[in-house]
């Protein structure tokens, strides 16, 4: 009781507030320097948005540049396309109308083969008809041409032999008409009498002479007669003196 009644009745309390103010500074000092780490974080932070709103700002730059060419190209490139497509149906409507009429001129074209074959068919047929008419033509024309020749050859030996005999006959002839004409020239000449030619005479008719000297002292000059030229033979040209 004594002890209990010395003490101080606030001691404990102004121990506990002693105790509190202590804590309330350090836990001003800790909230001073959270402040200052807050504030230097904060700026930090403040910076970081500057920056990043700033990139994002030129991000969004770019993006709109971007855009808008792409925009640019878009609208050409659909202009383009759009052309492209136009040119493209018109080539389809006429590739379409061509193909009718190309489906027109094969069936002109079916009909005018079917035609013409038919037409070749006919052609062959005849052309092998006259060729036929012309095989048995030529045929008979070369028997014709065959007998023809056995005929000429027939007449071209005749005519060589009787050319044959007649060359003989002439040269004979001549021979004695050269011996009637250099008598002729000697009687002319007057160096054989009246009485040699009637000799003369007589040996030539002795001798079967065709051209007997007339007894007027004067040569009679035979005329001559052609030989007689088979049909179909060329005529024998004139005999030269040997």
Known sequence: MEASSGAHPYDMAYGMMKQMQVELQQLKIELNNEKTRRTSEVGELQREVRTLRGQLEQALKDLSTANDRVACALTSE???????????????????????????????????????????????????????????????????????????????????????????????????????????????????TDYDMLNIQDMATTCGSPFPLGSTGGSTMPTATPSPVPTGAPASRPVTSP
């Open 78 to 192: 659909t202009a383009i396309r759009g052309r492209s497509l136009e040119i493209l149906r018109k080539e389809v409507a006429d590739a379409i109308q061509l193909s009718s009429e190309v489906h027109h001129l094969k069936t002109i074209q079916a009909t005018q083969f079917g035609k013409l074959a038919t037409e070749l068919k006919t052609e062959r047929h005849e052309r092998k008809v006259g060729q036929q008419a012309l095989d048995a033509m030529v045929s008979a024309e070369v028997q014709t041409r065959a007998e023809e020749t056995d005929s000429l050859v027939k007449q071209v030996v005749a005519f060589k032999k009787e050319w044959e005999t007649n060359l003989i006959d002439d040269r004979a002839n001549l021979s004695v008409i050269m011996k009637d004409v250099h008598i002729a020239g000697q009687l002319l000449a007057g160096k054989i």
